[in-house]
């Protein structure tokens, strides 16, 4: 099964400025990387995803890059606003049908 | 009203009251999730229904009976739980399309619950 590590649990940064969360990853076969944000009284929503062909993707001010070798994969904010303070988690394939979700980023922007 | 749905999004139990959860997707998916989700820890995936069949119990007490009439809803009957139940329910839905390939899962709102 896949093993899912997510760092660091808090991150808080200046409006304005980048953020980057961080998940590794053990099974070397998974092949689909999605993020999720959570915002404050509501349930998960994709934010990006990235499949194992590609190794960057980018959507506006967020980006996901993959390393495959080393196993991990981070999520990229730029110009982080005061509506991106969420919790952030990262998921990997457990098997073809279940993802295995890290532990959870709480992201504060600071205004 | 689109994607998925759950009520209530609030509920307060009894450890001796039986209750249900239901979640309703309007994507037209085909696979279902139940998923706990509670303080400091990774959401913790409980059922899998695939084209109304479940597919996966990961461990879950029987205190939790899922029931899956149509691929379009889910129910979590509830029933003598504990203070430590207390968490967040989320439902899931995905394609399910033909092959072996990980997919996009959408989430619900989730149902606070709260076990007296």
């Known amino acids: 099964g896949e093993n899912v590590e997510q760092h660091p649990s808090t991150l808080s940064v200046q409006e304005g400025d980048s953020a980057v969360i961080k998940c590794t990853y053990s099974?070397?076969?998974?092949?689909?990387f999605p993020w999720y944000k959570q915002e404050l009284g509501k349930g998960p929503q994709l934010i990006i995803d990235i499949r194992s062909n590609v190794g960057e993707k980018k959507d506006q001010r967020i980006a996901v890059t993959l390393n495959k070798t080393a196993k991990h994969f981070s999520l990229h904010i730029t110009e982080t606003q005061p509506e991106d303070s969420a919790v952030y988690f990262c998921a990997a394939p457990k098997n073809a049908r279940q993802l295995t979700f890290g532990s959870g980023t709480q992201l504060t922007v600071l205004p | 009203e689109t994607g998925v749905t759950q009520t209530p999004r609030h509920l307060v139990m009894g450890m001796t009251n039986k209750k249900s959860l239901k979640c309703e997707q309007h994507l037209g998916h085909n696979a279902m999730y139940w998923y706990k989700q509670s303080a400091k820890k990774p959401l913790e995936l409980m059922f899998v229904y695939n084209f109304k069949e479940q597919t996966e119990n990961n461990s879950v007490p029987s205190r939790f009976s899922p029931e899956c009439p149509n691929s379009s809803h889910l129910f979590l009957h509830l029933h003598t739980l504990q203070p430590e139940d207390s968490a967040l329910y989320l439902c899931?839905?995905?394609?399910?399309?033909?092959?072996?390939?990980?997919?996009?899962?959408?989430f619900g709102p989730g149902t606070r619950l709260l076990v007296l």
């Open positions: 099974d070397s076969a998974s092949n689909y």
């Open positions: 899931a839905s995905s394609p399910f399309l033909a092959g072996p390939t990980a997919e996009t899962q959408y």
